[in-house]
């Protein structure tokens, strides 16, 4: 078994070389003298795919994460490649497949009692698999925590030990952990004749700090782990430490799944099959998503930028200094001259996972209304993000949402772990909230095809190509019905919203990847993820939670008043407004989706009213309304 998975994963040497002589040339000038090891990369891909969209993520961090593929040498790959075939042979595939066999036969659904089943008495299936990840490296870790999201469609049982490694892994040694922060310490506050954090930092003030810190992490993740100390003139801080030595694993990584997705796209179907010459993994693009996935390891390893991450999010967001109207929450403020590349020093914050719900208690149902709530105000902070003011905290698993008990006995929301933070474009903006209201309210499928373009995911000239056209608007159809479940709406009132279906979603996206020329951008991975993270926890409690019951009525409150007076928004607003048969302003239509809004958010229709005719998006395409009914009515009395 170490032998065919060490095959599987070496690849092709030769494929591994092969890069054109020009990109070649330029990669070499990145890095004067670099030397470049055997295992080189086909970078042609690079070039078209720089991540922008990303905040603090600039040109020459791109450029860095070049030269971390360009300096693995072969023998440390070799070595890395051997060190996982060892771990995935011995810790988990051995285990489960000689527990499978030698233990009593289970039936086909019976995978609850398979995972909870205990080898040697001692460590569960679930355990053993969740333990092999946290062996491999924070890559890996990262990989089980976006699986650990997903219950209702992975076994919860494995979703649950897998979850575990978001914030409850082994941590390092604690004399290792405090010798980083005294050394990191010291080198920051070295210039006597500066105040950091209010103090004037000497040996005493270190000392004193370094005292204060908890005997043992409060918290252990795959990148870091936490402790609370208390700091001089302040108060309570969270001191984060990143593990040692993980950035070599995490760069070497990088380089194999690099090296491994561009193997799998240059795989070709066999002659004497009707697709021969054709790749075998269709358009899919595995090299963007691998990349993608590995750049988001490495942002959350730069704490210096985490550090800038949270000042902005705290000026936006916090609940006590942040400009945001619509969305606040408790955001920790930060110590940047006491924070560095592998130190981070913040606020220390009070609460309670939103998961942490004691099943005896008498206050259980109260507890779960409560957290609920707070979930879904999570949905709708998250909307607000995204489509508001485009800067969006990108991975809001369980361990970083807390319930923070406020002054005078209420409850408010804390974000933690500022590591991803995503930038989205106004265009992209719109053309999310036009596409929810076109699937949810008209049912327009090809309105939806044609907003791919804005969202950046299918070229433009694919649409140009009327065959194409159709071809991807079947493709939809299809697509949406496996995956929206529609119920039936018997009063007429207002829109009957569908519930999205899970376990149909890879598979259908999967399709639809293979095919068409559909690119993943960063965006949407790190959103994508973010909402079905917080779907995820509502379920746990909610189990007839509709996600989508937040996201659409978000979404006509912001295409109607059209704050930005964005082009997209206010033509997709008209269309929805018009007869599918005449084109022309329907009344009925526009009553409908105002009565949606009310309905859905729990407003008077005269607020509702009063909203759309105070926006500047709403007096601009009342204008237009007004118009559009005026001549309507001057072609009938021609007519006549």
Same mark, same amino acid.
């Given at each position: 078994m170490r032998v065919l998975i060490l095959l599987v994963l070496c690849l092709s040497p030769q494929h591994c070389r092969s890069f054109s002589a020009s990109v070649a040339d330029r990669k070499r000038k990145l890095q004067p003298g670099n030397r470049h090891g055997p295992f080189r990369i086909d970078w042609s891909f690079f070039p078209n795919h720089v991540p922008s969209v990303n905040l603090l993520w600039n040109q020459t961090s791109w450029k860095n994460y070049l030269r971390i593929h360009q300096s693995v040498g072969k023998r440390k790959s070799f070595r890395r490649i051997f060190q996982i075939a060892l771990t995935l042979s011995s810790e988990i595939l051995r285990p489960l497949v000689c527990n499978f066999v030698k233990g009593p036969r289970l039936a086909a659904s019976d995978w609850d009692a398979f995972w909870s089943r205990r080898i040697r008495g001692k460590t569960s299936n679930a355990q053993r698999v969740a333990q092999g990840f946290q062996q491999l490296g924070p890559t890996f870790v990262k990989l089980g925590q976006a699986m650990a999201t997903r219950p209702d469609i992975l076994n919860v049982q494995l979703a649950n030990e897998l979850a575990n490694l978001q914030d409850n892994m082994t941590t390092f040694d604690n004399r290792v952990a405090k010798r980083i922060i005294r050394r990191d310490l010291a080198a920051l506050t070295k210039d006597k004749s500066k105040r950091y954090a209010g103090n004037t930092w000497d040996s005493t003030t270190l000392e004193s700090f370094m005292g204060s810190l908890s005997a043992k992490p409060v918290a252990a993740a795959s990148i870091a782990q936490v402790y609370k100390g208390t700091l001089p003139g302040y108060g309570d801080v969270a001191v984060k430490v990143q593990r040692p030595r993980i950035r070599k694993k995490v760069e070497l990584d990088a380089t194999l799944f690099h090296s491994a997705a561009t193997w799998m796209e240059s795989l070709k179907w066999p002659s004497g099959t009707p697709m021969?010459?054709?790749?075998? #993994?269709?358009?899919?693009?595995?090299?963007? !998503?691998?990349?993608?996935?590995?750049?988001?390891?490495?942002?959350?390893?730069?704490?210096?930028?985490?550090?800038?991450? @949270?000042?902005?999010?705290?000026?936006?967001?916090?609940?006590?200094?942040?400009?945001?109207?619509?969305?606040?929450?408790?955001? %920790?403020?930060?110590?940047?001259? &006491?924070?560095?590349?592998?130190?981070?020093?913040?606020?220390?914050?009070? /609460?309670?996972?939103?998961?942490?719900?004691?099943?005896?208690?008498?206050?259980?149902?109260?507890? #779960?209304?409560?957290?609920?709530? $707070?979930?879904?105000?999570? @949905?709708?902070? !998250?909307?607000?993000? &995204?489509?508001?003011?485009?800067?969006?905290?990108?991975?809001?698993?369980?361990?970083?949402? $807390?319930?923070? %008990?406020? %002054?005078?006995?209420?409850?408010?929301? /804390?974000?933690?772990?500022?590591? &991803?933070?995503?930038?989205?474009?106004?265009?992209?903006?719109?053309? @999310?909230?036009?596409?929810? #209201?076109?699937?949810?309210?008209?049912?327009? @499928?090809?309105?939806?095809?044609? &907003?791919?373009?804005d969202l950046e995911m299918i070229p433009e000239e694919r649409m140009m190509n009327p065959i194409?056209?159709?071809? $991807? #608007?079947?493709?939809?159809?299809?697509?949406?019905?496996?995956?929206?479940?529609? %119920?039936?709406?018997?009063?007429?009132?207002?829109?009957a919203v569908p519930k999205v279906r899970f376990e149909n979603l890879i598979s259908s996206l999967t399709s639809l990847i293979s095919v068409f020329e559909f690119t993943v951008p960063p965006y949407f991975l790190n959103n994508a993820r973010a909402l079905a993270t917080l779907e995820g926890m509502a379920l746990k409690l909610d189990p007839d939670f509709n996600i989508l019951r937040v996201i659409y009525p978000y979404s006509i409150n912001r295409l109607m008043r059209n704050p930005s007076v964005g082009r997209l928004a206010e033509e997709q607003f008209l269309e929805i407004c018009r007869s599918p048969d005449t084109k022309l302003f329907d009344l009925n239509r526009s009553m409908m989706l105002l009565n949606?809004?009310?309905?859905?958010?729990?407003?008077?229709?005269?607020?509702?009213?009063?909203? $759309?005719?105070?926006?500047?998006?709403?007096?601009?395409?009342?204008?237009?309304?007004?118009?559009?009914?005026?001549?309507?009515r001057v072609r009938r009395v021609r007519q006549w």
């Open positions: 021969h010459g054709e790749r075998l #993994v269709g358009s899919m693009k595995i090299v963007s !998503t691998v990349d993608e996935f590995t750049t988001r390891v490495f942002e959350e390893m730069d704490f210096e930028r985490e550090a800038k991450n @949270i000042e902005l999010f705290g000026r936006l967001y916090s609940h006590k200094r942040g400009s945001s109207k619509s969305a606040k929450v408790v955001v %920790p403020e930060v110590f940047p001259e &006491l924070s560095g590349r592998r130190v981070l020093v913040m606020e220390w914050i009070e /609460g309670k996972k939103l998961t942490n719900i004691c099943d005896s208690c008498e206050e259980r149902e109260e507890v #779960v209304k409560e957290n609920l709530v $707070l979930v879904k105000k999570s @949905i709708e902070f !998250t909307l607000s993000q &995204l489509i508001d003011t485009g800067i969006l905290h990108a991975d809001p698993h369980a361990g970083n949402l $807390l319930k923070v %008990p406020l %002054p005078g006995g209420k409850v408010e929301l /804390g974000y933690l772990d500022y590591g &991803l933070i995503s930038n989205i474009s106004q265009r992209v903006r719109d053309g @999310i909230v036009c596409a929810v #209201v076109q699937l949810v309210f008209a049912r327009n @499928i090809e309105a939806v095809a044609d &907003l791919l373009v194409e056209r159709k071809e $991807l #608007v079947d493709a939809l159809k299809q697509s949406f019905d496996d995956i929206l479940l529609w %119920p039936k709406d018997e009063n007429g009132r207002s829109t949606d809004w009310a309905l859905l958010t729990g407003y008077r229709k005269r607020k509702v009213f009063w909203d $759309l005719a105070t926006s500047a998006g709403g007096r601009r395409v009342s204008r237009r309304i007004i118009r559009e009914w005026y001549l309507k």
